[in-house]
């Protein structure tokens, strides 16, 4: 499985920016993004699931909204509301059904600054 993730930026506080990742393979199970800041440990952010159930960090709910596209094997990562501490590198994962493997896409830098 092989993940190719676009978007990304600089963005002001308050700003919008959107995230998406598509995968290669099949029998994908979940997908999502986690991301990670210098300094800090990597955190899941979102996950949607193959039933349509979707998960998020409890510090963006309300802001971040993801949505999949089972049938292309895509995942987006819609971001409002952005706050400084969204800043980090975001890498785009998934899972297969019946595997405990991650896979995950190259990081791509979200930065909220004035």
């Known amino acids: 499985v092989q993940l190719q993730a676009s978007g990304g930026g600089l963005v002001q506080p308050g700003g919008s920016l959107r995230l998406s990742c598509a995968a290669s393979?099949?029998?994908?199970?979940?997908m999502g993004w986690f991301r990670q800041a210098p300094g800090k440990q990597r955190e899941l952010v979102a996950t949607?699931?193959?039933?349509?159930?979707?998960d998020y960090l409890d510090s963006v709910k309300g802001r971040f909204t993801i949505s999949r596209d089972s049938a292309k094997n895509t995942v987006t990562l819609q971001m409002n509301s952005l706050k400084r501490e969204d800043t980090a590198a975001y890498y785009c994962?998934?899972?297969?059904?019946?595997?405990?493997?991650?896979?995950y896409g190259q990081g791509t830098q979200v930065t909220v600054s004035s």
């Open positions: 949607a699931f193959s039933n349509g159930n979707t």
């Open positions: 994962y998934c899972d297969v059904h019946g595997s405990v493997r991650l896979y």
């Open positions: 393979g099949s029998n994908i199970n979940r």
